[in-house]
């Protein structure tokens, strides 16, 4: 292991960007794309809360606010084999998911994802258009495991594939 792959001692935690998702009105379906552009204090170009008209888009300006939201492709994988049910990764209504990356370690620390780097703001709950869409078992299954928000610090364009590291 050489150094770049060790952050104060700690082997640095690496994993990739499996699917990346927009939506572009309030309750719209999610719409794969294979590579987005992100806005640093805006989101993800195209997507509803890039555009202002999210559901969550008001915020209390006492406190940061996410501009994107990002759940491990893991989490649906395990709910699928809990629930025995077919559950899409757009399911939990997320606008990336990882692959072999803790998100849950995330909060209040810096990543990168390609060119882009963003701040783990807060764990995200299952979010009422989820509940709505799905049997309510199995969004309460998503609870403390429903993904991350996060700000974009700095702007650029992400791709499917692409590696995504602590930094």
């Given at each position: 292991?050489?150094?770049?792959?060790?952050?104060?001692?700690?082997?640095?935690r690496r994993g990739s960007?499996?699917?990346l998702y927009l939506a572009r009105?309030?309750?719209?379906?999610m719409i794969a794309?294979?590579?987005?552009?992100m806005i640093?204090?805006?989101?993800?170009e195209g997507d509803r809360y890039c555009l202002g008209i999210g559901t969550h888009c008001a915020h209390d300006d006492d406190e940061p606010h996410y501009e994107v939201t990002l759940i491990e492709g893991e989490t649906i994988?395990?709910?699928?084999?809990?629930?025995k049910i077919e559950l899409d990764f757009d399911a939990p209504r997320r606008n990336i998911v990882t692959r072999d990356f803790p998100l849950h370690h995330m909060v209040k620390r810096t990543f990168r994802i390609g060119e882009?780097?963003?701040r783990g703001i807060a764990l995200r709950e299952p979010c009422m258009r989820m509940i709505d869409l799905t049997d309510h078992?199995?969004?309460m299954s998503l609870i403390h495991r429903g993904g991350l928000g996060a700000q974009i610090l700095t702007g650029g364009v992400i791709r499917i594939g692409d590696v995504i590291e602590e930094i």
């Open positions: 292991m050489d150094q770049s792959e060790v952050l104060w001692g700690i082997p640095r960007i499996e699917v009105e309030a309750q719209a379906p794309v294979n590579e987005a552009c640093s204090g805006r989101g993800m994988e395990a709910l699928r084999r809990e629930k882009v780097i963003l078992g199995i969004a």
